[in-house]
Structures are given as C-alpha cells and as structure tokens.
C-alpha cells in the first residue's frame, strides 16, 4: 500500500473515447490516471495494481458480479460516480460497491477535482487503519502471550516480568519506566523472588540519569554486567533502600516509535554467568514488551478511533442513499412535487428555512434533503429535539458549558451550534423553546457567536439553521409566545409539507416502499381490498403511522400478502372513500346532468391515474416495460403520464 500512498492511482472507467480525454486533463496532477474501457480490464486493474481511487463514467457497462468481488476485495477504495443526462443511477453498481461521491452532469473540473482530492484522502485514512490492524496482527502472532493482554496493562507487565524471570533463569526481573513529567524511573511491576515485602521496591524512584537503567534509557543501547561492583555505573541505593544485593544484571531498553519509555532488567544468574545469547533473548523480549506496552496504551485510543470510523461509515452508506437527487424521498402526488421543487431551489443556498406541517409527514427527510445537496453535504448535520430534552438543559445542549459551569458538569462540552460548525443544526419543534433561549438563538443567527456557558469567550461557527414544527407559530406570534424576530429570520424558506390524506397517490408508493424495508430479503405483498381500505383511510398520524400500521400487518401477516384483516379496526371502519373532487349541488335537471357528467369524468381519470401508478409501481418506473405489461401503446401512456405530471423518477 506504500506505493499507493506515495503516488496514487487513479482508475477511471469509461468507454466514452470523447470525454474520457476530457476527464484525465481533469486529473492531470491528481496522480496516476489508468484508463479502462471494459469491466474485466477495470477489475484486473485494481487485482494487479494499488488503486487509491475509482472513478466509474454513469453510461459505463458494468457487471454486476465483477463489481461485487471487486467491493469485497478492495473495501477501502472510495467510488466516484460521474452522472449522465437522462441515464438512471447505476442501481447494480450501488448495490455492489459503497459510492464515496456523486457528480452530477454537467461535469465541473473544479467538482471532479475537489471530490478527488477527498477521496484521496478518505483512501489514505483508510489504508492508515487497514496498516494499523495489520501491525497490531503481527504483533499478536510474533507475541501471542504478551499480546493477548493489550487490554489488560498491570497483567501484561506482570507476565512479562515472571516471562522474563523464568526464561532467564534468573532472581528477579523488573520493568523501570520513566514518568516524563517529574523525569524519574520507577517499579510499576516486578518479579523478585528475594523480596519479602513487595510492596518497599513499588516505593522507590530515583533521577532518570542514575544508574545502568538511567544510561540505558539515555543511550537506548543495552547492558551485560556480570559482576556490578566492578560496575562504577551501577545505583546501589535501590539495594540499600530493599536490603538486597545484586552480583550480575542485564538491561535492555524499552524502545518504541515514540522513544525509550523504560528498560526492562534481569539480575542474579541462578547458575553460571549471563551471556552474550541472554541478553539478545532479553533485546527480543523487550522488543515485545516495548510494542506491547505501547500499544496496551494506545488500546483505547484505537478502540475510539475504530468506533468513529466504524459509525461514519455506517452513517454515510445510509445518507448516501438520500444525498443524490433527492433519493429516498417518495412521492408523485402534484402537490408533494411542488414542495420538492421548492426544496431543489432551496438546497443550495445558505437561507435559513422553516419547514411546516403535521406530526409524521416527514420534516426530518426534508432538512436532509436540504443539506445533503448543497455544499455543507459532507459537513456534519445536526440534530436537535426542543421538545425532548428538559428546558433547563436545553441551553447547555444548544450552545454547549466549560467544566465547573453548574452542579454536574464536571467536563466541558461541545453544543449542538459547535458540533454543526460548517454543517447545518436541525431544530425540530422549534416552537417548543422558551422566550429566553428564542433570545439567545436569534442572537446566534445575527452574529454567527457562540457562548458556552461558564464562558466569556465567544466563538465564531458556520452553520445553517433548518427549523421544523407542527405548530401554528403565528398563532404563537398573537399570543405572543414566539419572538416575531426570530420568525421572520427562519422564515426565509418556508416549507409546508402536506398530509398524506391530502396526498391519497402517494399512498401505494408509500405501502410499497415500507415493505421493501420492513420486509427485506422477500418482501411481503398487500391486496387490493387492503390497498383501498388505506387508500380511503384519513392517516392522522401521517407517514408515520401508516409505516407502524404496514410494521403491525407484517408482523400479523401469517403468508406472504397483507389482507384485511391485518389491518387495525379504524381502517377497516372506513367504508367509502370521499369524491375525489367537490361537486356543487345541482338545483336543475340541467345541473343534475352536467353533475353526473363531471362525476363520470372524474371518476374515470381518478381510474386511470391509479392504473398508470399501480403499473409504473410494478416496472419502477420503466415507460416501456409498463406499455408491454398494460398491452398499451407507448407513445399513449406517455400521454397520459404527462397529463397526470407523474414523475416516473420517483419510483426508481
């Protein structure tokens, strides 16, 4: 991996002969750029060679057998899809691999670039880690026993020192460490059969220049003395202070990346002298020892380290999936779309915005659709519940406290405004903050200041306010409970997200939708009279409860289709569903017959709709697969999908 690291490898996967020049003058002075033409060449490109970066062309034929072996075999190479006009995403592809980046066309130089140099560096962070493991296997194999104490530290030293004893056949073996602060050794383990009371040695410190152990650590070379009281560098106050007596020792010392941390040191041959062959087994055993200790205390921090990057990772395989063109958010219904159109313009700016509606209509996906496409994508995206956390915490949790700030706070801690610092902050319920943090929030949003509490130092943080509520906030603005200020600074964007009895043809896409995610690997079917019962059904809880209903009905569902009867009572209670539109209320016999007329319009376009979604569900999509299926004309069902403003995207 070295060579991947010191010249990166770029392989960029197209079999487009006019752009893919294009694209490498894109990366000229990114790194090696290797271009493919074919899967199998792109595949045996990264088995023989050290790719730090792909980059797959949207139109590019891919297998997806070959891409799944090569996710499984290079896990650590990020993925860069460069979008086409008018080509669905490669749902293969993504299925196979995790993709790092998406460029949407147009391409931007300065996009390609800046997404390359990310991915670069994501990959040399990764192959920092897989180097990591690597070493901490080795060093498990070449020293099983002393290793497999890494997370134990008073156990490693102490089998280290009996280990050290025992193979040496010796008197006693100590570890000596230094304490870099006060600059002195000390015994924090050791093995001595000599002494009577272990406890007198663990009391002694002497100056980290005194001694064989003090040279050693010094000079980071090791020591055989076979008789001490020929030694003029040897201490004896440590044999004076134990009332014991040392004739021979060795000293090795205890080197590691960072420098000499102690030397470990054997005295008193049982039988004979110690030898040259002794102490290059003692240089050995401190070589491990050395790592182990080194490692036993960087165990946490790897521990740490390995946690965040195993949580980033599984965060950002599930926000990929939303981040591009608006995935993951399903509607067709012309009123839902308008809210989309709405988002789209909205997303890459810096407005603050204000989204509205009822509990369960999906206000959360909508501010990740926010910030998932615009430039703070990559940057961290917050969120914060006003209504779930007390209001005397709420404070400490906006803006964040310094140690000792009130009873409790025994560290200082990071607010939500300083963890979204460059990201956007999420306040959900924003209409449940009191006057007092209204206050102090609008101060934020007009200077771009943060102050801890306990603190009198202000910070300067980047980040974009996304605010949500269910509530009537100007009815709040009359009544006085909400800072008419702090409105109109969030209001910039207003977003009002409809019911879902006010978007009854979202519905199928919806049922479809939870099933494939309740219900994975096979999913569970639905009929139709269950599909007309929730068709018809008003759904106050909104999105949310029709996705714990469709929960319950899998759960309940003895087969493979939801009937009826796996529905709750207050569905099934619905007998009819409302007109789709409101007719006036003929007076004449002329009125009576246009009525009945408009009736049968209505109705029959409210047919039609359903059967072209209830097809275009079923081929997701796919104009031409739902002709053959319908036994339709194409160019006729096209027709229609414009007369409806479906938008065949959203059921891919």
């Known amino acids: 991996m070295e060579g991947a690291m010191n010249a990166p490898k770029i392989l960029l996967l197209s079999q487009d002969t006019a752009q893919a020049p294009l694209l490498q003058d894109f990366l000229a002075g990114q790194g090696e750029v290797s271009l493919c033409t074919s899967p199998a060449e792109g595949f045996r490109g990264c088995r023989h060679g050290e790719v730090s970066l792909i980059l797959v062309d949207e139109s590019f034929s891919v297998a997806h057998s070959i891409w799944q072996q090569a996710a499984a075999t290079f896990p650590w190479i990020p993925w860069i899809v460069l979008g086409r006009p008018h080509t669905p995403a490669l749902p293969h592809l993504v299925n196979s691999v995790t993709v790092y980046r998406y460029v ?13 140099q990310e991915g670069l560096h994501h990959a040399e962070q990764m192959q920092t880690l897989v180097a990591q493991s690597a070493r901490l296997s080795l060093l498990y194999q070449t020293a099983a026993t002393l290793h497999s104490f890494h997370d134990d530290y008073t156990t490693l030293l102490k089998v280290s020192t009996e280990k050290g004893k025992e193979l040496l056949k010796a008197e006693a073996c100590s570890i000596i460490l230094l304490d870099e602060e006060r600059q002195e050794l000390f015994f924090p383990i050791f093995s001595d059969e000599r002494l009577a009371d272990q406890q007198s040695l663990a009391e002694i410190r002497f100056p980290a220049h005194e001694g064989l152990a003090g040279r050693a650590l010094r000079e980071g070379r090791s020591f055989l003395v076979t008789d001490v009281s020929q030694e003029p560098g040897f201490y004896p106050k440590v044999d004076e202070y134990t009332n014991l007596t040392t004739r021979s020792l060795l000293c090795v010392p205890l080197r590691t990346s960072r420098g000499n941390i102690g030397v470990i040191e054997v005295i008193n041959k049982k039988e004979g002298e110690f ?52 995935e993951g ?20 700016t810096q407005a603050p915005a204000l989204i509205t509606g009822e509990s369960g209509t999906g206000k959360e996906l909508i501010a990740k659709a926010l910030h998932y496409n615009s430039h703070r994508a990559d940057k961290p995206f917050v969120v914060l519940n006003c209504a779930a956390i007390p209001r005397d915490l709420l404070e400490s949790e906006l803006f964040g406290h310094e140690r000792g700030a009130f009873t409790g706070a025994l560290n200082a801690k990071k607010g939500k405004f300083e963890l979204a610092d460059g990201g956007t902050l999420f306040l959900d319920e924003i209409g449940d903050l009191d006057l007092s943090l209204q206050a102090k929030l609008l101060r934020v949003l007009q200077t771009g200041e943060v102050q801890r509490l306990g603190s009198e130092h202000l910070k300067m943080v980047d980040v974009r306010i996304i605010a949500a509520t269910n509530q009537n906030l100007k009815q709040m603005l009359e009544q006085g409970t909400f800072r008419p200020d702090l409105y109109y600074r969030l209001n910039v964007i207003p977003i009002h997200l409809p019911p879902l009895r006010e978007r009854r043809e979202d519905i199928p896409l919806l049922i479809h939708h939870f099933l494939q995610k309740l219900s994975p690997g096979k999913p569970v079917g639905i009929d139709a009279e269950a599909t007309a019962l929730l068709m018809r059904y008003d ?18 569902c003895r087969g493979r289709t939801i009937t009826p009867a796996e529905l709750p009572e207050e569905v099934k209670e619905i007998e009819r569903s409302p007109l789709p539109f409101s007719p006036k209320v003929p007076e004449t016999n002329e009125e009576l017959k246009a009525a009945k007329a408009l009736a049968r319009q209505k109705a029959s376009e409210e047919i039609e709709r359903l059967f072209l979604l209830h097809i275009l569900q079923k081929t997701r999509g796919n104009v031409s697969a739902a002709a053959r299926l319908a036994g339709i004309n194409r160019s006729w069902l096209q027709q229609m999908v414009s007369k409806f403003h479906i938008d065949v995207k959203a059921f891919r």
């Open 539 to 556: 759904f106050p809880g909104n999105i949310r409860e029709l996705e714990n209903i469709l929960h319950r009905a899998v759960i309940l």
């Open 329 to 348: 958010i399903i509607g067709v219904s012309q009123n839902f779309l308008s809210v989309l159109e709405v988002v789209k313009q909205a997303a890459p």
């Open 104 to 116: 949407p066309w147009p391409w931007k130089e300065a996009e390609i670039r800046r997404c390359v």
């Open 275 to 326: 030898t040259q062959e002794d102490l290059n087994f003692l240089e050995m055993l401190g070589t491990n020892v050395a790592v182990a200790i080194e490692n036993a205390r960087f165990y946490q921090t790897l521990l740490a380290e390995n946690e965040r990057y195993r949580a980033e990772n599984i965060h950002l395989k599930r926000e990929l999936q939303d981040r591009h063109r608006f």
